[in-house]
Structures are given as structure tokens and as C-alpha cells.
Nanobody, 124 residues
Framework: QVQLVESGGGLVQAGGSLRLSCATS????????MAWFRQAPGKERDFVAA????????YYADSVEGRFTISRDNAKNTLYLQMNSLKPEDTAVYFC?????????????????WGQGTQVTVSS
């Protein structure tokens, strides 16, 4: 079965940076779309960024474009989210997600597999 494990969250000051990791296991991900979502308290789980495991195209939510970068390390079977210029409104639990095949819509219902989440807190 597919397993996704996020790490790298923590407390950071506004303007700082964090790099989240998503370790994958269980299957080959060569046909998968990978993504990051986030969920703040009392809010819906929102799309952040997505990338094909192979293929290179990347997609970002307007709220993070220019600040966040999604990438992968095939040798380590790991997905990353580099977060720069962090803002307090970026505070959320960040989830790694996977979908077999092509992403149709950047919404949570399109993804079949999820990690447990990692907390990111950005202080003023």
C-alpha cells in the first residue's frame, strides 16, 4: 500500500523559511501526481502545490506562487516543499498527497493517499 510521511514542520518567524519533506513508500510513483495541501484551524483543506512524479510540470496556488517551490528527489523517493518568505497566514497543518494518474482538478477529492500532516506555525 502507499504510505506518505511528512516531516520538517515547526515554528518559524515571519519571513523565514522551512523545507517540508514527504517520504514515500509502498509502490512505484512513476505514474502519480504528487501534491501538498494545507489546513488551518477551522478552514478547509486547500491545495498548495502539485507535481508529476515524472514529467516536471508544477502547479501552485495563487497564495503561495513565487514563495513556495515543490520538487522531488527520485533517488530518495521524497517529495519536498520549500517555503520561503513565510507569513502568519501560512500557519497550517501541511499534508502530502498522491493521486495515480493525471490531476484533473487541484482539490482534495482528487487525491487517494495522504500523509499524517506536519504542523507549520509562523509567528509575527
Amino acid at each position: 500500500q502507499v504510505q506518505l510521511v511528512e516531516s520538517g514542520g515547526g515554528l518559524v518567524q515571519a519571513g523565514g523559511s522551512l523545507r517540508l519533506s514527504c517520504a514515500t513508500s509502498g509502490r512505484t510513483f512513476s505514474t502519480y501526481t504528487m501534491a501538498w495541501f494545507r489546513q488551518a484551524p477551522g478552514k478547509e483543506r486547500d491545495f498548495v502545490a502539485a507535481e508529476r512524479w515524472t514529467g516536471g510540470s508544477t502547479y501552485y496556488a495563487d497564495s503561495v506562487e513565487g514563495r513556495f517551490t515543490i520538487s522531488r528527489d527520485n533517488a530518495k523517493n521524497t517529495l519536498y516543499l520549500q517555503m520561503n518568505s513565510l507569513k502568519p497566514e501560512d500557519t497550517a497543518v501541511y499534508f502530502c498527497a498522491a493521486r495515480r494518474g493525471i490531476l484533473v482538478r487541484p482539490i482534495k477529492d482528487e487525491f487517494d493517499y495522504w500523509g499524517q500532516g506536519t504542523q507549520v506555525t509562523v509567528s509575527s
